[in-house]
């Protein structure tokens, strides 16, 4: 029998849906908010839902710091690194997937226990190599760090994805001619779409949002949005609204990407749970 | 051409021998089933020839040619799969063209081709449709498809036909032993099907444990089966087995009397039993008997019998069509 929905159970069910829905994305909410207000009105108690509206701090966030070219950054770092790590990730999913040897859960598990340890573990030795071989700064050099530093979760949700193809197909290719670069681009690339999507999706927001390397090894050069973030919370004191307004700016352009690649995250992130 | 030659070959999985060692010949132009019990190593042997396995030691020539390190497209086979394994991405005529596309052939030969097979296999009018748009029937036939398109020395079937249902399974039955008589191209099949080896097969090689029990005509494993086993899995339903004073009278371990070289009659006849269970088909009766000083014992009688449950009978098998076999289980003379 199938289940009985009241009214009432409706009704109850949808409020308490959008309850926690607007509590998620009420930070996001409130700093879009402040970020329009003036420096008094932001640090008002209690704070101010009525208040006069300003993009001044938009125009001094410009003014001080160039946002295109942490944007850029952010863009090239992002971007670079998950592509980069998809080029990598998706042959060695394909191995641990297709052709595992006795070791490959040993191997996979090695990869996540990287991920295990705080990175601040590794900032020093990091740091020195880093301004050893003169990468400090450098776009280049944070594009391979962060491919570095997602490549275990790319590995692993390739590896999940892959896991559910059926390996028939992919002998039938190989009996079909096709050599294993054919078989992975036309076989396997093709039907792990929606996986690899959003495992891209994914990668990017987290490399969007990383925040401890960025900040540790960027100055102003290679410094991506996350840093422009937080050189708004600086010695000079705290300055709610422009830190707002540097903060929307940041995650303005990632909040866009999600809203329009919402329906292939999620299918990508609930791929192979119904058959 | 397309004559394939299987020399000591043997595949292990660590330390599981799947097919101890297996010499077997199968000539240009001939159809021949691999059949057996689940796990007897069938399929792992067509996948040994068809090269998605390795072989741990012995040859594989195909044409007289070492293929035995060879990747599989260089084989020069076609293999339809169980799961029929179609690009699930690709429509079915881009499915079907997919070979030739990898073996770099021009837009023309791939079109004229791809028409060509889907003509032979009534698929013409699906060839924009998905995999998933079409019944299971369609999708073994545009696998067939994918197959034919190669031209290949030797097809390879793992178990085609069963994901279809009863009714579909005979006519892909049909349709595969027809296509075998318009390509004359060598065929293997992998079954645990006896009925579809005996329909179908010019040579039935009958595997156990990854050893070869019998190779034959489909009539000559009927006829004569070298053991017990190919007795009792060569033909349906399956012969009867009887020890003990019965057996020891004609100088066997055991005898093996199949349910259609017995005769039925209320009166007189060599054993005495009670019918258990009559199975009335039609075309056919059924019975399951307990007979007196032998055991159970199947038989089946032409066309309409009116025994039932409970009846007394007499059966008396045919002297001529008794098998002998001793400790061992191998036939005896």
């Known amino acids: 029998m199938a289940r009985r929905v009241t009214t009432q159970r409706k009704i109850l069910f949808t409020a308490f849906g959008w309850l926690f829905g607007l509590a998620m994305f009420f930070p996001i909410l409130w700093t879009a908010m402040t970020s329009f207000k003036s420096e008094g009105d932001a640090i008002a108690s209690p704070p101010l839902l009525f208040y006069h509206w300003t993009v001044e701090n938009y125009v001094e966030v410009q003014s001080r710091s160039n946002y295109f070219l942490h944007f850029g950054n952010s863009v090239a770092i992002s971007l670079g690194s998950v592509l980069i790590g998809l080029l990598i990730a998706v042959p060695a999913a394909w191995a641990m997937a297709f ?27 990091i740091y020195l190599i880093y301004r050893d071989w003169g ?42 001619g096709a050599s294993l670069a054919k078989e992975i681009f036309y076989v396997l690339a093709p039907m792990a779409v929606p996986g690899i999507a959003s495992t891209l999706l994914l990668n990017i927001i987290l490399a969007w949002n990383e925040a401890f390397w960025t900040l540790n090894l960027t100055a102003a050069k290679a410094a991506p949005l996350s840093a422009f973030i937080a050189s708004y919370s600086s010695p000079e004191g705290l300055f709610w609204a422009k830190l707002s307004a540097a903060s929307t700016l940041a995650i303005a352009p990632i909040l866009i990407l999600g809203w329009f690649s919402q329906r292939q995250l999620v299918r990508g992130l609930t791929f192979g749970a119904v058959k | 051409m397309g004559a394939i030659r299987l020399q000591q070959v043997s595949k292990s999985f660590g330390t599981t021998a799947v097919i101890p060692t297996i010499d077997l010949d199968i000539a240009d132009g001939e159809f021949a089933v691999f059949v057996g019990p689940s796990g007897c190593g069938k399929s792992t042997l067509l996948r040994l020839i068809a090269g998605l396995e390795d072989t741990t030691s012995g040859r594989i020539l195909i044409d007289g040619v070492d293929a035995t390190r060879l990747p599989p497209a260089q084989r020069g086979l076609a293999m339809v799969f169980q799961s029929y394994a179609l ?7 881009k499915n079907i063209a997919f070979p030739l596309k990898m073996a770099g052939a021009d837009h ?16 013409t009018q699906y060839l924009e449709r998905k995999p998933r748009q079409l019944s299971g029937g369609q999708r073994q036939r545009v696998a067939i498809g994918r197959a034919i398109v190669r031209e290949p020395k030797a097809f390879l079937f793992d178990e085609p036909l069963s994901n279809l249902d009863a009714a579909l399974r005979v006519n892909m039955r049909l ?16 079954t645990h099907d006896q009925v579809e080896a005996m329909t179908m097969a010019d040579k039935i090689v009958v595997l156990r444990a990854g050893n070869v029990e019998q190779v034959g005509s489909p009539l000559e494993l009927y006829r004569s089966p070298r053991n017990q086993f190919v007795a009792g899995f060569i033909g349906s339903p399956q012969m009867n087995f009887v020890e003990g004073a019965e057996a020891e009278k004609r100088g066997a371990k055991t005898i093996g009397i199949r349910p259609e070289h017995m005769s039925v009659s209320r009166q007189s006849g060599d054993w005495v039993g009670t019918v258990g269970i009559a199975e009335h088909l039609g075309s056919d009766t059924f019975l399951h008997m ?5 055991g159970a014992i199947k038989v089946r ?8 449950h409970g009846e007394k009978a007499y059966l008396t098998p045919d002297p001529a069509k008794i098998h002998r076999f001793d400790v061992h289980g191998m036939a005896l003379g």
């Not at chain 2, 349709?175 to 992998?190: C, D, F, S």
């Open chain 2, 108 to 123: 023309a030969t791939i079109d004229k081709k791809v028409q060509a097979a889907a003509g032979i296999l009534n698929l």
């Open chain 1, 99 to 125: 052709a595992p040897a006795r070791r490959t859960k040993d191997l996979l598990m090695w990869m996540l226990s990287t991920k295990m340890m705080p990175p601040v573990g590794v900032l020093v030795p």
């Open chain 1, 135 to 176: 990468l400090l700064d450098t776009v280049g050099g944070l594009i391979g760090l962060m491919t570095m530093v997602n490549l275990p979760i790319i590995v692993w949700m390739l590896y999940t994805y892959f896991k559910e193809i059926p390996g028939d197909i992919l002998e039938a290719a190989r009996m079909d």
């Open chain 2, 290 to 294: 307990a007979v007196e000083g032998v």
């Open chain 2, 301 to 308: 009688v032409e066309g309409e019998f009116g025994l039932h």
């Open chain 2, 87 to 93: 690009y699930p991405h690709m429509s079915v005529y």
């Open chain 2, 175 to 190: 349709e595969i032993t027809e296509l075998h008589h318009t390509l004359k191209t060598t065929m293997i099949y992998v």
